[in-house]
């Protein structure tokens, strides 16, 4: 159920004068200071006129608003928290399944290549034989037992094992992985990877002003006027 917000119709029109007034003046001599001072106190006279007007409406808007979403809360955080759960336990079982496939595949890859090798082996075993009969045929006795003490390796070529994902797809889920981090040792992070604590910076600068001393940071003065209704 929405409530109507309601401008005090004055103090709108009054406010829209005294910015188009305030936005076109240029401080350039002592009277211009002067009325640019006046028009500033005018508007922080405003900006109170119009904080008091819709203190009210704001106040009950951040009532009912905090009802709502706490009433809201009520609802959503037992869902989030049982999908957190879900979402947790769904990506421990997908990762537990990647490590024992992926274990799977190397087991399976070094058994071709142990069996490949052997296969190798055993064929370069075959030509020694055969080339030492050849040589032995033409009297290189010593060729021959050169040849097969020393068969040539054969290259060998494995072709790599690929175990399918057997984690099963179910509609409106799907599975991430996101690569977070913790630090070990906050001495060894390089600088570029350091952010510069500008709120303790700022207490500092505040604090001693123009006395400042603080390696690598600049002080500096920024004018300004306040005003008050």
């Known amino acids: 159920m929405s409530t109507a917000v309601v401008t005090d119709p004055q103090l709108q029109t009054e406010a829209l004068t005294t910015v188009q007034r305030a936005t076109?003046?240029?401080?350039?001599?002592?009277?211009?200071?002067?009325l640019a001072a006046e028009l500033g106190r005018n508007i922080a006279g405003l900006a109170k006129r119009a904080e008091e007007w819709f203190a009210p409406m704001k106040k009950a808007a951040a009532a009912a608003h905090k009802e709502i979403c706490n009433k809201e809360n009520e609802v959503l955080q037992p869902l989030e928290t049982a999908k957190r759960y879900l979402s947790a336990q769904i990506g421990t079982f997908d990762q537990q399944q990647e490590k024992a496939r992926q274990a799977e595949e190397r087991r399976l890859q070094e058994g071709a290549r142990l069996q490949a090798a052997a296969e190798a082996k055993q064929k370069a075993e075959e030509i020694a034989i055969a080339d030492a009969i050849v040589l032995e045929a033409q009297g290189d006795t010593k060729g021959a037992e050169a040849v097969l003490a020393n068969p040539v390796p054969q290259e060998v070529y494995v072709p790599p094992v690929v175990i399918p994902r057997s984690v099963p797809k179910a509609a409106g889920v799907s599975s991430t992985q996101t690569w977070t981090f913790r630090i070990?040792?906050?001495?060894?992070?390089?600088?570029?990877?350091?952010?510069?604590?500008?709120?303790?910076?700022?207490?500092?600068?505040?604090?001693?002003?123009?006395?400042?001393?603080?390696?690598?940071?600049?002080?500096?003065?920024?004018?300004?006027?306040?005003?008050r209704a």
């Open 24 to 34: 076109t003046l240029v401080v350039a001599n002592i009277e211009a200071r002067t």
């Open 184 to 227: 070990t040792n906050v001495d060894q992070i390089p600088r570029e990877y350091m952010i510069p604590d500008e709120k303790a910076i700022r207490a500092v600068v505040k604090a001693m002003k123009n006395k400042t001393n603080i390696a690598g940071i600049e002080v500096y003065p920024e004018g300004a006027a306040r005003f």
